[in-house]
């Protein structure tokens, strides 16, 4: 299948929805009580890192992709201490949670080289 939308083609995007699959089949196990806790906080947490890459893409301003980015960011960071809490909770296990936390490094460093990419055209345009 051939990619319609540009932010398809981003390795970033790709990689948070590899994450994405981890968090959803990590999740499926814990207690039915967190359902609407912690997994459903872990789900929107995930969801929202490439969700905002991609509308972070769409936008023309450097300033909006840029916010974009750091939003995804921001949600990559709650997602590491949701992790963490179920970890202390015996709800994820230790691999689970290594799994999870090397994902999210890659990304983050990721993010974090968009974002110097995008700060640096931005200087260009200047």
């Known amino acids: 299948m051939n990619e319609v939308f540009g932010f398809e083609n981003l390795e970033v995007w790709k990689k948070a929805i590899e994450l994405s699959k981890i968090v959803y089949e990590i999740t499926k196990d814990f207690p039915s009580e967190e359902r609407f806790g912690l997994v459903t906080q872990m789900h929107r947490s995930v969801v929202s890192i490439s969700s905002n890459i991609a509308e972070g893409f769409s936008r023309w301003s450097r300033n909006e992709q840029l ?3 750091e939003i995804a960011y921001g949600s990559l960071m709650e997602l590491i201490s949701e992790a963490k809490i179920a970890e202390q909770q015996n709800f994820l296990s ?12 890659e990304i983050a ?13 931005k200087r260009e345009i200047r």
């Open 67 to 69: 916010r974009f980015i």
């Open 94 to 105: 230790n691999a689970d949670y290594s799994k999870l936390h090397i994902g999210a490094e």
């Open 109 to 121: 460093r990721m993010l974090s080289g968009l974002r110097r990419s995008l700060l640096g055209k």
